[in-house]
Every structure is written in C-alpha cells, then in structure tokens.
C-alpha cells in the first residue's frame, strides 16, 4: 500500500459484533488493494471493539470514540481520518463484491468521467442469514446522470433513489467543501450526504451488483421504524432551502406523500423478512446465497496481495460464528 492510499473505505459502527467481522473480511478480500479501512466505534455496549481488535491487517486504522456520539457524528468521525483520493462509507453490517472496489475506481480515474464526484452500483438487499430477497436497482440507464437531476427525482419518489452508503464511491475533492453529514437528521445522513456531494458533480450508475445491504431486526435502518417518512419530509425541507435544487411544492407535496407510503411497505417488509429469517435457523431455504466469496479465494488473494491470510480472521472466540455466517459461492 502507498504512503497515501488510492480509496479510503470507511466503517462507523455502534454495538455491531454479529455482523462486523464479515463486513470487515469483504473489504479485506477485494482485488483492488491500495486502500485504507477506516473503523470508528462509537462507545459500543458488545464486543465490536474485539472483533475489530481481531484482525492483524496493516491497512486497518481503528480508533475508539471517548464517548457516544450518536451515528451521524460519528459519520464524520470516520470520514475525518481518511486520507484517500476516493472515499467509500460501508456499514457495520453490509459486504461488498471483491470487485467492488476496482470496478468504483476505474469509474472514477477514466478520464471520460472527470465530472463524476458519485460511482454508484446496484445492490442486492440480504437477510440476517445472508440470503437474498431483493435485487435492487436505479431507476436510470446505467452511466452518466446529472446529479441534480438524480436529487430531484429522489425527492419526488419520496425514497433515496441513490442508495445506502455501501453502493457508493465519492471524490473526496467533493467532500471537502461540504459539511459531511447531516447530525440533526441521522437515518437520512447518506441521501443528505449524496446531495451534498452532487452539488460539485454527476454521478455515474453502474448496473453491476458489487455490494449487498442488510436487513436486520438490530440494524439501524430497521430501529427508524414509522419515523422514515417523518425523516424524509426534515430532509426535504432543508433542501428546498438550498437554490441549487430547486425543489418546488409540488415536488414536496408528492415526495411527502409517497414516503408515508414506502415508509409502511418497507416496515412491513423487515417485518416479513425478519420472521423468515429466523425460521431458516431451524430449516432449510430455498433463497439464493449472493455469491461474494469463500474461504479458499479468500487465502488465496490475502497471499497474492502480500497480506497474511491469517490477518483475515478474527479472534478464535469469533472465528466459528464468522464461518456460520459466511457467504458462499
């Protein structure tokens, strides 16, 4: 890895242990290896800091908050110790592709792409035991999109059309000039974030699927409940003070409308979910396993990129939950 590393791949967790150690190994496992893995945890209450305190990789920069600073602080916690031209924000609980990493890069370093601040891709939506109910994509042709435009067309939706933090890439030239995320509004913190970054550029939607979002009954994104839509209408009424956007009533009033909407089908669904989730625990599924990587791929790529595989595992007190829930070609 060079002094100053291409990508910054950054981590905020908060009590996050079942998950951690399978979101840590997806990034240590990416083809593309001149990255940093940033890790802040934010005063957690379970054994986060010991998974994480469990892995050997060079490339992993941990740093304990001296208290709780609540998710979007600490957003911006780990967003201010990267140093990387190209800048991802993942989840605790989320996994990338192995060549999620390399296929953002190239997007953003190809010189027909200079105006790009955002690389996104699609994403499957998984469960608590790693299988896939959902695929999900941008409702846009794959490639350039105004990033205006891509707000704008959020806002009507009443839905953050963009994605979670695990589908996107960013310049970190764009971050610079803005407030990073948005602390009064934490569950809305990616969309704000996104907007942010648009105002310096377009973004780029690739269809590929390289990262996987979770639902989980523990997860952040579930904990919001009915506050979504509530959520939603703070973030567009921030918005609309900002001129770039120019976001009508009209658009608020649809936006407002339709998020009450997705806020009651998404609550219904992590409900559904969560419930077959934990009758798959004493039975068989017939849902598809997104196939990210195993572990043979896994020591060989550690040992090609000069990083020990054993630094791709966690402590022994870990390592056979890590093996329950890993996903398998």
């Avoid at 950054?10 to 083809?31: D, K, M, R, W």
């Avoid at 567009?236 to 956007?245: A, E, I, N, S």
């Avoid at 039975?283 to 020591?299: H, Q, Y």
């Amino acid at each position: 890895m060079s002094q100053q590393p291409l990508i910054s791949v950054c981590i905020p967790c908060y009590n996050g242990a079942e998950f951690l150690g399978h979101t840590l190994e997806s990034v240590l496992v990416q083809t593309f290896t001149d990255f940093e893995l940033v890790v802040a945890d934010d005063k957690s209450t379970d054994d986060t800091v010991s998974v994480i305190k469990g892995f050997t990789d060079r490339r992993i920069k941990f740093t304990e908050n001296g208290c709780n600073l609540g998710m979007g602080l600490n957003w911006n916690q780990v967003l201010s110790r990267s140093v990387g031209k190209y800048v991802k924000l993942l989840c605790e609980d989320d996994v990338l592709h192995p060549e999620c990493l390399a296929r953002q890069a190239e997007i953003l370093q190809n010189p027909a792409n200079s105006g790009v601040v955002l690389a996104v891709c699609n994403r499957k939506v998984i469960n608590a035991e790693d299988k896939v109910i959902l695929s999900r994509g941008i409702p846009f042709r794959s490639g350039l999109v105004s990033g205006a435009k891509l707000i704008r067309k959020s806002v009507r939706w009443g839905s953050n059309l963009i994605g979670e933090p695990a589908v996107a890439m960013f310049r970190r030239k764009a971050l610079e000039p803005t407030t990073s995320c948005d602390v009064s509004n934490p569950y809305l913190s990616d969309l704000s974030l996104w907007a942010q970054l648009l105002k310096h550029g377009d973004a780029f939607l690739d269809d590929q699927y390289l990262a996987a979002f979770r639902i989980s009954p523990g997860a952040a994104s579930s904990r919001i409940g009915r506050g979504q839509g509530a959520a939603f209408r703070r973030f567009v009424q921030t918005l609309r003070k900002d001129p770039f956007y120019e976001i009508s009533s009209l658009d608020a009033m649809i936006g407002y409308a339709l998020s009450f909407q997705w806020c009651l089908i998404r609550n219904l669904f992590i409900k559904l979910h969560s419930s077959h989730a934990a009758r798959q625990r004493s039975g068989t599924s017939a849902l598809e396993t997104w196939p990210l990587f195993d572990r043979k791929r896994c020591s060989k790529l550690a040992l090609e990129s000069g990083h020990p595989a054993a630094s791709l595992q966690s402590t022994a007190r870990h390592r056979q939950a890590e093996e329950d829930i890993v996903m398998r070609r």
